[in-house]
């Protein structure tokens, strides 16, 4: 069956960086995309960003554009989300997520997600 | 950037009743391409409804979509007590791809 975590996730202090990973298994990593999606605490979902199967295509919110950069090391079937300039606006689950083939996709299957707190 | 507006931002209702929650995108959204999800506390959401109208693998049928352009709508025929959650609508038409904020469901 699809399994995703997410690891990488903790309290890190403002203007800091973190890398979070998703390891993918149970299905053929290397021809989906994939996507984050994260929550802040009490909120609603924010889409944050896409990385298509070859991680030849890239898309971000607004919010994260230029600070958040999307990855994928297909040999290893593991999604990353690298995270620069952190700020208390980025404290979040974060969650990665996969849906069909394509980037414009709706998310069939999420991870269990993991929490980054952003303080000092 | 398309925004989802979802209403109402709560619903009260009673098990056995029939729930209609509302998703209107301030632009049309490219070929329906329109999601419905649903999340309980703790939990990561749950995909329900795909393309407007496509229900999830294994989501009952109980469970319905429908609309299009920029009105859709997720009827819950007769609620049982597992259904009291959030719900999210999402846009995949066009990035950046955007959930409304929420519709929580509660037991009246």
């Known amino acids: 069956q699809v399994l995703l975590v997410e690891s990488g996730g903790g309290v890190v202090q403002p203007g800091r960086t973190l890398r979070l990973s998703c390891a993918a298994s149970g299905f053929t990593f290397s021809s989906y995309a994939m996507h984050w999606v994260r929550q802040a605490p009490g909120k609603g979902l924010e889409w944050v960003a896409v990385?298509?199967?070859?991680?030849?295509?890239?898309y971000y919110a607004d919010s994260v554009k230029g600070r958040f950069t999307i990855s994928r090391d297909n040999s290893k079937n593991t999604l990353y989300l690298e995270m620069n300039s952190l700020g208390a606006d980025d404290t979040a689950v974060y969650y990665c997520a996969r849906g069909v083939v394509v980037i414009a996709s709706y998310f069939h299957y999420w991870g269990q997600g993991t929490l980054v707190t952003v303080s000092s | 950037e398309i925004v989802l507006t979802q209403s109402p931002g709560t619903l009260s209702l009673s098990p056995g009743e029939r729930a209609t929650l509302s998703c209107r995108a301030s632009?049309?959204?490219?070929?329906?391409?329109l999601a419905w999800y649903q999340q309980k506390p703790g939990q990561a959401p749950r995909l329900l409804i795909y393309g407007a109208s496509s229900r999830a693998t294994g989501i009952p049928d109980r469970f319905s979509g429908s609309g299009s352009g920029t009105d859709f709508t997720l009827t819950i025929s007769r609620l049982e007590p597992e259904d009291f959650a959030v719900y999210y609508c999402q846009q995949y038409g066009s990035s950046p791809y955007s959930f409304g904020q929420g519709t929580k469901l509660e037991i009246k």
């Open positions: 632009q049309s959204v490219n070929s329906n391409y």
């Open positions: 990385i298509s199967y070859d991680g030849s295509n890239k």
